[in-house]
């Protein structure tokens, strides 16, 4: 277990960790909207778009404009993809919208000398250079994040279930559209430059989806995805280090928290099915005869 | 083959003539879940027999597992003499319409024409007979004007109806028909039952599932009523009684509670 | 081959703009079928799930665009697999898979040397680059693509279109869902190494999409959407030359800007309904004039 505990006695390890840990729980809370909303491709989407403002708050103010960069590409995409979801919510779009911003950055990247390291570092972040500025960002965010889903939950709930019924009981869906967004857009700009603006799509999806494999009640799918979330954080980061120290194997370690998270979906998968098997054989044998609804 | 039904009736043999649909003690499943149970009846050519029974029922199950796309885990269900994967050829499917993406780039004419693959076969090109088939059948359907309109831009009603059309156009000996008149307007509905009652007058068996039952009367001299098992099966004004129907549809009124749950089929 | 006798092809600009026409005749024409079936999302999975194969085939020896089919067609496999799951949707599942491959693809690229140059190679592509064996390959793939889709064309429509009418009609859905999917991948696996991952996704989305905004018929739909493509690739590879950024990003932002358009002529001209128009509004007006004409 010393893999586990070690490396974090070294500052820097210490401070990704945290920042890993942190974003992991986010991410984890944001993804189970994002999940039972399938807005995956939408989060995609809102992925990519940030881009061209991490590379344009980069190009003005440096390492220290990326935040702000991303900050401004995020509220702008969130609240495009909230009007562009009322005329058209077809794929199509989105991905025109991805790919049309995301090579605005490419394109302003590719003309800068030191091209190459620089695109790698804003696609796949820099978490071992995590400074405690960035984890109090990091916190601020989080905070913001969770305490206005904490109080949106009902409506978002009921907006998530039956958006008619919401509309109906006067909830302004779109307005709550727009919060759902802006609140993944922070949660991208809060990871951008600890796991890049390509990776975070794991960090939203996949733990709630390994939750939701694992449970069928909100009540514990939210926590569950947030400690597994922060597991994956943990784990991946120890697993880079001990590679490098122990084996000499440098590994991306924004790419191996993302491979320990599938890791664990596949096995919170697997540990579903086998649930949900006993769950019915145990069902049937209580009440056979009776017809189960389709 | 079981030709006694349980309303006690004896449905008489027509000689020289195969049966288009034979249920014989019938058991449906998807997966490891029964969906449907003991299912006996006999459906003529030319003759149209109305699935009636409450949402979940298990009537859509039923058509698929006529088409040969559930598979039949007890008993035996026989079309037109074979096997329901066998039989598929002569028999045509009419969908629910609005479970058709209204995006799609197609023609009316389009879809008409795709009742006619099978018989072109593959890698082949429609012939000019093609064509007149499928002008034939969209004027059954009172819609030859508009042949080249997108399909997304037409009414759900006037969408039911070209893929009736699409079925009419495929000849088939078996037509199913899965709910087509939810959300149709009354003139499609008229349009609709007259195009059905042409085809059965040329031989063709007819099974409609819907939960309407003034269509049940109104199209179909015979009903078969469903609810995971069947209520009864024979000529409408016999089958569609207070009595069968309170059971058929009582059952989900009511709350299950295992071994409780009424069954009136004995 | 009678293309590396032409010495027309020993430029680099001329071997880039044919590869850039090849590719977008290509993306145009398979992109129709991607744009009805619903799949842009799945596409952008297959791009970056190609990448981790790539990578390997260049680890084991073998030839990438081997490696780089095998591996997206296994990522295809996984996500049938795990979106056959309750609660788990088609959308989460590409998104796991997604992430997960690119996730892979960088975690093994980090453990050689030269990380950021090999990376950025895979992630934002470089036409510049293409041999004339590459044009080959393309070419082949294009043949071989068009042959399908002329053979196969009514079929591929009755099943996307309708796809228990078809399988009712007797047609092995299965076949020929499996048959669309290697057109997509194939196409994928030639257009990544001139567009990049992210960027692929432009060309195998954009023209179609443009087209559809054009014209509901499906007949025109592949030449307009094929000529668009071509246009593009051809518009991106001169501006690529002349401004010196990345030839990707400038072939997806033409996509963009044509898509944009196209965009807003269509909304001018007011087809741009919202969905729920478009299938209320007609029913009502039909109805009346039915009732009118009886």
Same mark, same amino acid.
């Given at each position: 277990m010393n893999i586990l505990f070690e490396p974090f006695q070294l500052p820097f390890m210490a401070r990704a960790l945290t920042q890993l840990v942190i974003l992991g729980a986010l991410a984890g809370t944001v993804g189970v909207l994002v999940l039972l909303r399938r807005l995956a491709f939408v989060t995609d989407t809102l992925t990519h778009t940030v881009f061209p403002g991490v590379v344009i708050g980069y190009i003005l103010a440096g390492d220290d404009g990326i935040f702000w960069g991303a900050l401004v590409a995020g509220a702008v995409t969130a609240a495009l993809l909230t009007l562009f979801a009322r005329r058209v919510s077809e794929d199509a779009a989105l991905a025109m919208l991805l790919t049309t911003l995301f090579a605005v950055g490419v394109a302003l990247v590719s003309r800068r000398s030191g091209y190459a390291a620089d695109l790698t570092a804003f696609l796949f972040g820099r978490v071992l250079t995590v400074t405690e500025e960035q984890l109090v960002q990091t916190s601020v965010v989080t905070v913001l994040v969770v305490a206005l889903l904490a109080v949106l939950r009902r409506p978002l709930m009921l907006r998530m279930f039956d958006p008619e019924g919401a509309r109906a009981a006067g909830v302004r869906v779109g307005l709550l559209d727009l919060v759902l967004n802006a609140a993944i857009a922070l949660v991208v700009v809060a990871s951008v430059r600890a796991v890049g603006t390509v990776l975070v799509i794991a960090l939203l999806i996949v733990p709630a989806a390994a939750a939701r494999a694992l449970s069928d009640r909100l009540a514990v799918i939210v926590p569950l995805a947030c400690l597994i979330g922060a597991a994956g954080g943990w784990l991946g980061l120890a697993v880079s280090y001990e590679a490098a120290v122990s084996h000499g194997l440098r590994l991306a370690s924004g790419g191996t928290v993302v491979l320990v998270l599938v890791a664990m979906y596949v096995l919170a998968f697997a540990a579903g099915i086998l649930r949900r098997r006993l769950a019915r054989s145990r069902v049937s044998r209580a009440v056979s005869g009776e017809v189960e609804p389709a | 083959m079981t030709e006694e039904t349980t309303t006690g009736q004896v449905t008489l043999e027509q000689p020289g003539r195969t049966a288009a649909l034979v249920l014989d003690r019938a058991c449906v499943a998807y997966g490891d879940v029964p969906a449907l149970e003991e299912l006996d009846g006999v459906v003529h050519p030319g003759e149209a027999v109305a699935l009636i029974g409450p949402n979940g029922a298990g009537k859509s199950t039923l058509i698929k597992a006529i088409l040969g +796309?559930? $598979?039949?885990?007890r008993g035996r269900i026989e079309v037109l003499g074979t096997t329901p994967a066998r039989a598929r050829r002569e028999v045509a499917y009419v969908p629910?319409?609005?479970? +058709?993406? $209204?995006?799609? $780039?197609?023609?009316v004419e389009q879809v008409v024409m795709m009742g006619r693959y099978r018989k072109i076969g593959w890698l082949r090109r429609p012939s000019a007979g093609d064509r007149a088939e499928v002008a034939a059948a969209l004027e059954r359907v009172g819609l030859a004007g508009r042949a080249r309109d997108r399909f997304g831009t037409l009414s759900g009603g006037q969408r039911q109806r070209v893929l009736l059309a699409r079925a009419i156009a495929a000849r088939p000996r078996l037509l199913l028909l899965d709910e087509p008149f939810n959300g149709v307007d009354a003139v499609s509905q008229h349009a609709l039952l007259e195009a059905m009652a042409a085809l059965k007058e040329q031989g063709t068996a007819v099974v409609i599932s819907t939960h309407d039952l003034a269509i049940a009367h109104l199209a179909c001299e015979e009903v078969c009523l469903l609810n995971r098992h069947q209520y009864g099966f024979g000529p409408t004004e016999s089958v569609l009684t207070p009595e069968r129907l309170r059971a058929a549809y009582g059952g989900q009124a009511l709350e299950l509670r295992g071994d409780r749950v009424i069954v009136t089929r004995t | 081959m009678i293309l590396t006798d032409m010495s027309w092809f020993d430029s680099t600009v001329h071997r880039a703009m044919t590869e850039a026409a090849l590719v977008g005749a290509l993306g145009g024409l398979v992109g129709v079928l991607v744009i009805v079936r619903r799949l842009p999302f799945f596409t952008m999975a297959l791009t970056h799930a190609t990448f981790p194969g790539v990578v390997i085939a260049t680890l084991l020896g073998i030839d990438l665009y081997l490696g780089g089919g095998l591996f997206g067609l296994l990522i295809v496999l996984a996500i049938v697999a795990f979106s056959r799951a309750r609660g788990q949707d088609l959308t989460a599942a590409t998104g796991i898979a997604l992430s997960g491959g690119f996730a892979l693809g960088v975690v093994l690229v980090s453990a050689q040397d030269g990380f950021s140059k090999d990376l950025t190679h895979y992630t934002v592509g470089d036409i510049l680059a293409v041999s004339t064996a590459d044009l080959t390959s393309t070419l082949v793939v294009a043949v071989a693509v068009v042959i399908v889709l002329a053979a196969l064309g009514k079929e591929l429509l009755f099943s996307a279109f309708d796809p228990v009418g078809a399988s009712a009609a007797g047609l092995p859905t299965l076949v020929l869902d499996f048959i669309l999917l290697a057109v997509i991948e194939v196409t994928v696996v030639v257009t990544v190494p001139a567009l990049g991952a992210i960027l692929a996704v432009a060309l195998l989305v954009g023209p179609a999409a443009t087209a559809r905004l054009l014209t509901d018929r499906l007949a025109l739909l592949f030449p307009i959407s094929a000529v668009i493509g071509v246009g593009c690739g051809l518009a991106g590879v001169w501006l690529s030359t002349r401004w010196d950024i990345a030839a990707g990003a400038s072939i997806a932002l033409f996509v963009g800007f044509v898509f944009g358009l196209a965009f807003l002529g269509s909304a001018v001209r007011g087809r741009l309904r919202s969905p729920a128009e478009t299938t209320r509004h007609p029913v009502a007006l039909e109805a009346v004039n039915d009732a009118g004409s009886s």
């Open positions: - | +796309l559930v $598979p039949v885990v629910q319409a609005d479970t +058709l993406d $209204p995006d799609f $780039p197609v023609s | -």
